[in-house]
């Protein structure tokens, strides 16, 4: 029997980096929500983004942007603390400033 690495077509390592997910614009206007205003809680994103579904907030701003680590929690032991809020990650803030040395 022969070595795995002698093996023809094997599959090698992975030629392109896996693609990122894009951020939507609802990700966008809550990223440059909380670059204007600071560290917000829910429902001062919601009261500032003129909604008012908790989970319609947490489905399409706060989750996807915490999945891609743009924003992180102020309390991360406590997610569901009463007095938690969101706040910009380094990666939120070089995707900011990346799009605004775009336009």
Same mark, same amino acid.
């Given at each position: 029997?022969? =070595?795995?690495?002698? #093996?023809?077509?094997? $599959?090698?390592?992975? &030629? /392109?980096?896996? $693609?990122? =997910?894009? &951020?939507? =614009?609802? $990700? @966008?206007?809550?990223?440059? %929500?909380?670059?204007? @205003? ?8 919601? @009261?500032?983004?003129? %909604?008012?579904?908790?989970?319609? &907030? ?8 915490? @999945? ?5 929690? /102020?309390?991360?032991?406590? =997610? ?14 070089? #995707? ?8």
């Amino acid at each position: 029997m022969r =070595p795995e690495a002698e #093996w023809p077509g094997k $599959v090698t390592d992975q &030629v /392109t980096p896996p $693609v990122t =997910p894009p &951020v939507t =614009p609802p $990700v @966008e206007r809550l990223l440059g %929500l909380l670059a204007e @205003e600071g560290e917000l809680s829910n429902a001062s994103l919601r @009261e500032h983004l003129k %909604l008012k579904d908790r989970t319609h &907030v947490r489905k399409h701003y706060i989750d996807p942007a915490l @999945e891609q680590g743009l924003i992180e929690y /102020t309390i991360p032991d406590k =997610p569901n603390s009463r007095l938690q809020k969101y706040r910009l990650t380094a990666a939120g803030q070089a #995707w900011l400033q990346q799009q605004n040395n775009k336009g």
